[in-house]
């Protein structure tokens, strides 16, 4: 079986390293499917769901957005926040939503919402992934 190798960096650690037959990833335009040989390419990425395929099944890791490098041999995924589907945390993923909410409410025309609304997006795909793998279990 070909394969790729990726490595998924968060600001503070390597949270994925190896080989992969396939990498999915939440391009600003759409998922972006990556299988061995793939062009180069270089693209954004969106809060969501990073999917890396192995012959042991499949592992997802949580993205805050990014930038993904591809080669033919090899895909690099920077990311501010990178967190491992399962050491997502529910409670926390639900108020930094509602803060996010609250302050879309509360703010005022001189206040610069593109932060807000990124804490908001963010909130909503690490929820949306943990609703993901809770449907898989049952």
Known sequence: MSTIHVDVVSATESLYSGEVSCVFA????????IYPKHTALLSILKPGEVRVETD??????????????????VVTIFSDTAIRADNLDESKALEAKQRAQEAIENATESQDISAIQVALAESIAQLQMINKIRSKKI
Do not use: F, M, R
């Open 26 to 33: 939440p391009a600003s335009t759409g998922e972006l499917g």
């Open 56 to 73: 042991k099944g499949v592992e997802s890791i949580y993205i805050s957005g990014g930038i993904i490098e591809v080669q033919p041999d």
